[in-house]
């Protein structure tokens, strides 16, 4: 198949570094903070978690593009990146299923992207400097570009759940089984309530900013607190409800910015990580069965660990074993829990899913 016209783009990173490759998706100029996955599949999974909002991803993978995409492999109405840097990104596809190549799919839902980077080069500066504000452009060089890049807020203190949000409530399953479960939407991934409607939960999802007196009118028998986008220090108005949540001793469970939220709502800090942890093959262990788990995550805020250790209010329950961060948490007298890594698998492997489970059991056990 002859390719077709390469037009050149430009990758800008806020330290000054640049690198040059040309365009894929929409051509234009679009910004954020960089950051990396290292998932060997599940492009499109990536590319439409409202955790990204905000950022730009390098697939560390050397190949994208080349299974295409298809509608059921998204976990929101569209892309939420800013952009996408590739090494080699391929216009045909060969999966049968698909049903558009990702060039018409990024293209489609204007995502703007630079392939033919030596990404491998990037990791490893990101690695070393850490995540950085960025921009890619088809468009514009030299000082029109740096004076773009200048406009872009950085992402620590920055709140963008709100961004990502339902606009208005909405229910999924079946009313006449199972438990009723609210979800405080912070940027919750498709996947996440495809987990809980299988194990027959009627959920309500309200939009993020939803006080608890609101949702509490719904008479839930628990809450789940999402995944989600920027800075968990910012978001007072989630940990403000998460605290209501608590003092009435209904079951609660959290997922990456949920455990974030949690923690923060029992005055347990948290902080902006050097480069984060995404990837779908990260080692977590379980404390309390021993056993270790391969995860998938998306995180560039953390629990502090300290913060955790010298808490009255909870305590570790889940380890990641590359770096000692926290993983999970539960409180002490009260029946909430969370995980910082993402235990629907969409994608990544399904070894943590039996969190949806004990989920379940903790309402049956408070019902």
Request: net charge negative; proline share 4%.
């Amino acid at each position: 198949m002859k390719y077709p016209t390469r037009i050149k783009a430009t990758l800008l990173l806020q330290d000054g570094t640049t690198f040059t490759g040309y365009s894929i998706g929409k051509q234009g100029t679009s910004g954020g903070e960089i950051c990396f996955n290292t998932g060997m599949t599940g492009y499109q999974e990536i590319y439409t978690d409202p955790s990204y909002y905000g950022q730009i991803i390098v697939n560390t993978t050397s190949h994208i593009g080349n299974y295409g995409a298809i509608d059921t492999e998204v976990e929101s109405d569209h892309p939420t990146i800013k952009g996408l840097v590739v090494n080699d990104f391929s216009n045909i596809y060969s999966r049968t299923s698909a049903t558009e190549s990702l060039q018409e799919f990024l293209e489609r839902n204007n995502t703007v992207g630079i392939g033919g980077l030596d990404t491998r080069k990037l990791v490893r500066h990101i690695r070393t400097k850490g995540a950085m504000n960025a921009i890619i452009s088809s468009e514009l060089t030299g000082d029109s570009l740096q004076a773009e890049l200048d406009k872009i807020p950085s992402m620590e203190a920055l709140e963008l759940s709100t961004k990502v949000t339902t606009s208005k409530p909405y229910e999924l399953g079946n009313e006449n089984t199972g438990f009723k479960v609210a979800i405080l939407d912070l940027g919750v991934k498709k996947s996440i309530l495809k987990n809980l409607v299988n194990r027959n939960c009627h959920c309500k999802i309200f939009p993020a900013e939803t006080s608890f007196e609101e949702m509490q009118k719904w008479n839930p028998d628990g809450y789940f607190v999402s995944n989600g986008p920027g800075d968990p220090a910012v978001m007072d108005y989630a940990s403000n409800t998460v605290k209501d949540v608590l003092d009435k001793n209904i079951p609660l469970f959290g997922i990456c910015m949920g455990s974030q939220i949690l923690a923060k709502a029992v005055g347990i800090s948290t902080y902006k990580m050097h480069h984060g942890h995404r990837g779908l093959n990260h080692p977590v262990k379980n404390l309390n069965t021993g056993l270790s788990e391969v995860t998938s995550q998306n995180h560039g805020f953390a629990v502090d660990m300290d913060a955790l250790k010298n808490s009255k209010e909870a305590e570790l329950t889940h380890l990641d074993l590359n770096h000692d961060t926290v993983e999970g948490l539960r409180l002490i007298g009260k029946p909430a829990f969370a995980v910082q890594y993402h235990p629907e698998s969409s994608p990544g492997p399904n070894d943590s899913t039996y969190l949806f489970d004990d989920f379940i059991q903790l309402i049956k056990d408070n019902k």
